[in-house]
């Protein structure tokens, strides 16, 4: 007796979910990150105006000036959706621990002089708030921006920052031998320094802003754009001289973030100015006026390390970030 075994291929009707054959077609494949982006914000259900704010509706496109025609035209270059970022801030964790815990094991902090030593936590600890108020705002475009291509990263850059501020506390843990008194100094430095009020000012003053789209420019690419060079490149590099690669092994994270998430900045911002001319102009209108912001609020805090040259080494940085936007973001500054 002969017994053939035969297979036989079925092919599926479509290949993906229909809110994203609706936009490619059923016949193409969609990657994880469209499957779980395209057309997840609510139109129709829970769609009221509530009573708050009774101009609009609760999930509105009128909640900022920028206008789009298809609010998923934006896109993430990492694409990234919750499995994806996940997978990938696990890895970067993974290292960053094993930074933190070789700088402890071989006691490497102890051989950094005294004198670096305080300036590095006079630089750095205090940031843990700045970086709180970055969670905040990027919370806010989360629950008041709308489409999940902006909302879905805005989220996870809002869990970012968090991540970041613990971070820079356990640094802080770290050089005053987990005593906690770096972090009393830094809160009291937040609150009353001279140097840290421009920051602080305006920190609360985004907190405040309306339209979640300025939101996004002025703390992710204006603020952003100018405080991780200063702090990370320029500051950290000084420390450098005295301290060697500790301090840097400790920033590691914050450095390998910036220049990730800069490139769904710089690619969110390109998307919305190329839209309409008006966009454009209003999108460098908002970036002329938070870079100015952020450079005036930024130079005390680079004083504090670099003195008189600080003026010097922000104006370097503010030309980088105008050079940034005209190459990455199509934007004219």
Known sequence: MTIEIKTQSVEPLRHTFSNVARRQGADKSASRYLEA?????????????????????LYDTGRTAIVMEDWYAFRDPRQFYYGAWTTTRAKQQDVAERNYAFVEK????????????KVAEAAFVPLRHAEYAANL?????????????????ASFNAVDRLGIAQYLSRIGLMLDGNTSESLDAAKQAWLENEAWQPL?????????????????????????????PLVYERIDGELQRHAGSTISMLNEFMSEWYGETSRWVDATLKTAAGESDANKVQLEQWARQYIDRAAQALTPVAAQVFGTDAQSV???????????AGKKAGLEL
């Open 37 to 57: 982006m395209f057309d997840l914000q609510p139109t129709v259900n829970f769609h009221y105006k509530p009573q708050w704010d009774p101009d609009h509706d």
């Open 106 to 117: 071989r006691a490497l902090l102890d051989l950094v002089p005294e004198e670096t030593r």
């Open 314 to 324: 922000i104006a370097e940085l503010r030309e980088d970030l105008t050079n940034r």
């Open 137 to 153: 705002n990027n919370m806010y475009i989360c629950a008041y921006g709308y489409g999940t291509a902006i909302t879905q990263a």
């Open 200 to 228: 602080r000012q305006l920190c609360e003053e985004l907190m405040a802003t309306k339209d979640w789209f300025e939101l996004y420019v002025a703390q992710n690419f204006a603020l952003d754009g100018l405080l991780y």
